[in-house]
């Protein structure tokens, strides 16, 4: 199959996601464009469309995969429904970027990964912090060797408490287990978990532990787990969703014989600080997810590797599903 001239997108669901991170990139990209948005609220969609200028709208799935012009696909709705909307699109012949957490477990994403395999159409998880400029600053400094042996890496990251009751409907699918598997952890652990294994490789063994401690929500708010990486190298992680609000806290260490780095994840900004008194400070872009997503242009445009492989994503999964559920 001839790789195309121009990647011309249709995006089912497109809830706040999409609202900044990324569905203004895809018409900021070069040899991009967003032709039309998928969603089944009627008034949502053409407010959604009005205010990003996308000239067409559909309701349904199966119309918008179908339209001719579109020659790929952005799923951005909950976890639920990533495996099935992902295996219609490739049945239709059109590559597809998913957003994050790629599924709800990893049998989903096998089966994702196996259609992929089968049809030999492309498809991209959205774990878009592993192209931003400081995260491959990272991963730099770390083969020059500056920090030395990597021993250790901790993380530790905490939220205030998120009740039901304080959450709009339109929010609730994330402490869903129908909907997003191990609610909030499995929002934000995929983008942690995939930096460690794109900087560190694949993971040898791991194992964790969980508590639900929020007993009014129904997902697991507490997580530690840790992984064995290749050269004995450890991570150790905590995450805690039942935080006092003076307990937030985003913060990662690497800890090498002759010297550390610490760093945060998310944010407008980030910093690194390095034990020798180096420092550096990034401005994260507008739409975050731009840089991933000119890699995924250039990649369905026959131009490049896979940015961000299905293989990877479940890899993520695998660490993820082994802290918070029972073997």
Not at 176 to 197: E, R, V
Not at 276 to 288: A, E, L, T, V, Y
Request: hydrophobic share 40%; with cysteine; proline share 6%.
């Amino acid at each position: 199959m001839l790789a195309p001239e121009k990647i011309v997108w249709g995006i089912i669901g497109c809830g706040d996601v999409t609202e900044l991170k990324s569905g203004p990139a895809f018409n900021k990209v070069t040899n991009s464009e967003l032709h039309a948005v998928m969603r089944r609220d009627k008034v949502l969609l053409a407010d959604y469309a009005k205010r990003h200028a996308v000239p067409h709208q559909y309701t349904d799935v199966d119309e918008l995969i179908a339209d001719p012009a579109i020659n790929a696909i952005y799923i951005a709705t909950p976890p639920k429904f990533h495996e099935p909307f992902a295996i219609k699109a490739m049945a239709a012949g059109k590559p597809v970027y998913v957003e994050k957490p790629v599924t709800r477990d990893v049998a989903e994403a096998k089966r994702m990964q196996s259609f992929s395999d089968q049809t030999g159409i492309k498809m991209v998880v959205a774990h878009y912090r592993r192209a931003l400029p400081m995260f491959i600053e990272i991963k730099r400094i770390i083969e020059t060797g500056v920090l030395g042996k990597i021993n250790l890496v901790t993380l530790q990251y905490f939220e205030p408490a998120i009740e039901a009751s304080n959450l709009t409907p339109k929010d609730l699918w994330r402490i869903d287990p129908s909907l997003a598997g191990a609610g909030l952890f499995y929002d934000i652990a995929p983008h942690q978990i995939d930096i460690m294994i794109n900087i560190f490789g694949k993971p040898i063994k791991y194992g964790g532990n969980f508590l639900t401690q929020l007993k009014t929500s129904p997902v697991e708010d507490t997580v530690n787990g840790w992984i064995h990486f290749d050269q004995d190298i450890l991570f150790t992680g905590t995450w805690g969703f039942s935080m006092p609000e003076a307990m937030k806290r985003d913060h990662c260490e690497i800890i090498g014989d002759k010297g550390t780095l610490t760093f945060n994840f998310f944010g407008t900004e980030g910093f690194l600080k390095m034990s020798n008194g180096d420092s550096q400070k990034f401005i994260q872009p507008k739409h975050i997810q731009q840089p991933m997503i000119e890699k995924v242009v250039q990649y369905f445009l026959g131009k490049t590797t896979n940015p961000s492989p299905i293989e990877e994503a479940i890899l993520s999964m695998e660490v993820m599903e082994n802290f918070v559920y029972e073997k």
